[in-house]
């Protein structure tokens, strides 16, 4: 079993738990800053490859549709 350190209990029992909570909402917002950046970083790149490929897939399709109808016309 653990022993109690009086030291340690007085220590705990003096702490203002306003300034942990405020500590704590401040590295929250700066954790969230640093996931933010690291998501924009890693996924953001992704995404705008996926969408460009999309779009040049979309127009691909699109122009041979029209190729085959110039085919077919003569």
Request: glycine fraction near 0%; include cysteine.
């Given at each position: 079993?653990?022993?109690t350190n009086p030291e340690k209990l007085a220590a705990v029992?003096?702490?203002?738990y306003k300034d942990v909570?405020?500590?704590a909402d401040a590295g929250d917002a700066e954790l969230e800053k640093r996931v933010q950046r690291k998501l924009d970083r890693h996924i953001l790149?992704?995404?705008f490859i996926i969408w460009l490929l999309a779009f040049i897939?979309?127009?691909?399709?699109g122009m041979s549709?029209?190729?085959s109808d110039?085919?077919?016309a003569y």
């Open positions: 079993m653990e022993s029992e003096n702490v203002d909570i405020a500590q790149p992704w995404i897939d979309r127009s691909n399709i549709s029209l190729q110039c085919n077919t």
